[in-house]
């Protein structure tokens, strides 16, 4: 509730607003350890895409999303090769950042980037649940069905950081906030949602 009360000003020029439900599937999600590879299988994925305009803009939107799945983590070594699942798990993205509308017409075309956190909660009770900063990149566009409905298509990379840092600056001119970090686990998601504009 508190990043929609600060979001509040820049939405209060032009109350529309869209709400899109998807559904797709998520690939990738390697890591190499000192032992072998951990490998998270693909599976479907889930969520929603809540988007505001940005100051009255027509062109630039704020977007909130929230992606779930159910997956299992696999270990390969490399000593034998075998392969065996070590535990199921859900994961969850949730994101806050903005899209960028870049075509006109029935079938618009944008691009996303948003930031936030992904939480991992493994189902056996020996390995404990952990939450990492992520980044997700991506390229959509929807189809116009009607003035309240529109099929949406969207494909994005999901990169939770392994390791980050942040510092904070501050001087007379005002604060700044300076983050970095890297990823060894990158995934990617394709999905088909409806877009249903209020």
């Known amino acids: 509730m508190a990043l929609f009360a600060l979001c509040a ?3 209060a020029a032009q109350p529309a ?8 599937r998520v690939f990738g999600g390697v890591v190499d350890t000192r032992d072998g590879r951990l490998r998270i ?3 479907a994925d889930y969520g929603v895409n809540l988007d505001l305009p940005y100051r009255g803009s027509r062109d630039i939107r704020m977007r909130f999303s929230f992606t779930t799945y159910d997956t299992s983590v696999e270990e390969r070594t490399d000593l ?14 949730y994101q806050l950042g903005g899209s960028k509308r ?3 017409g029935r079938i618009q075309t944008y691009g996303m980037g948003t930031f936030g956190v992904t939480h991992f909660s493994p189902r056996d009770s020996a390995y404990s649940s952990e939450t990492r ?4 990149f991506g390229l959509g566009m929807e189809t116009r069905l009607g003035k309240h409905l529109g099929l949406n298509l ?3 990379l999901m990169l939770p950081f392994n390791d980050y840092s942040g510092s904070l600056f501050c001087g007379s001119g005002g604060c700044t906030l300076a983050v970095s970090g890297g990823s060894s686990l990158m995934q ?7 877009a249903i504009h209020f």
């Open 102 to 104: 870049i075509g006109e």
């Open 9 to 11: 000003p820049a939405v």
């Open 80 to 93: 034998t090769g075998a392969s065996r699942v070590l535990f199921d798990m859900r994961v969850d993205h």
């Open 17 to 24: 607003f869209t709400v899109t439900p998807f559904s797709g």
């Open 154 to 156: 969207q494909g994005r």
């Open 133 to 136: 900063l992520s980044m997700h």
């Open 41 to 43: 299988r693909e599976a």
């Open 188 to 194: 990617a998601d394709i999905t088909a949602g409806l």
